[in-house]
């Protein structure tokens, strides 16, 4: 922590929205040649360090990685299939993948793709944070004081917190800091995603999938088994505005049905799998597509670091690291993030 005596702020509870309902893919190299190509690649390492080192299940381990199409099952057609097709094993699928699935791919390996359970990841974060002397308080805030454009505290359901550092980093929320920080504009979209629980142990390949739903509606899903013997899929989008609270986000039951059916057309032992959740959060946007991570110009003492889109997971180590040395030192120096500076949309 840097010596940094530090205070975390939630609304409702720790990764109560994207940070707990996310998918918790990693890859090492898919952001390569690209802006946040190396922020990638430290948080990919950090990911197997916390794995080692936190001394928690955060459901971590290296996966298989593929893509594919796929199309809702015909009657009968799964039954027909259940022991695996011929081209579905020479292209190196799992015996599980034996619905109606074409065009399979190896994305990635054991040696670049990974996964984590992104609750209990943030939950033991913030459990090693606290053993360290970091505070949670949950709570809604409702202004950052400041006095001649420098931070001075937080008010807190109407209680003031004095601090000299303060860090935006409320996903799809951070751009509600407008009212009280010149940040930029980030907004949210919603996806929906289930989790089932087979009865069968599912193998650690990850599925990308190009899909078109019965009703004709084009998805790209995706299926991550995970260590813990669930399946997460996700990949349905919906269209509504960001609400206020998080604990108001609602799923909407179409998407449920829809991803259920991705389900039952991908895998015999996946289409009677009992539903543990379904389950809708909100996916933080800048206006580039880029994270926005540095200082809020103009306000000393006050930082942004959100807007990492669907790779807010994977790049969440990196970020929390470089907005560390930022804060404690001046300067971030474990990734040169100066690309990603919040000034650039000023």
Known sequence: MKGVAA??????SVACA????????LALDWQDGGVTGPLGRLSFKLHQELADTLGKDIGYRRVQTLSAAAAPAKQGAMHANTRGSQP?????????LDGSVSRIKAMGD????????PQKLSQALMEAAQGKGAQLRIGEVQNITTSGKKVTGVIVDGEEYAADAVVIAMGPWSGQAAKWLPVPDITGQKYASIVLRPEEEISNHMLFLSYKTSSGQALEPEVYPR?????????SPEHIALPDDPKTIQVDPKSVEDLKEVARSVSSKLADAPLEVGQSCFLPLSPDGLPVMGKVPGVQ???IASGHSCWGILNGPATGLVMAELIADGK?????????????LA
């Open 18 to 25: 994207s940070s707990g309902k996310a998918g918790g893919f």
């Open 227 to 235: 260590p813990d013997g669930s399946v997460y899929i996700c990949g």
């Open 7 to 12: 205070t975390v702020v939630e609304r409702a």
């Open 301 to 303: 003492g006050a930082y």
């Open 332 to 344: 971030a120096s474990s990734v040169d993030i100066r690309k990603l500076d919040p000034q650039r």
């Open 110 to 117: 054991e040696s670049n793709t990974a996964q984590v359970h």
């Open 88 to 96: 579905n094993r020479r292209a190196g699928a799992p015996a599980w």
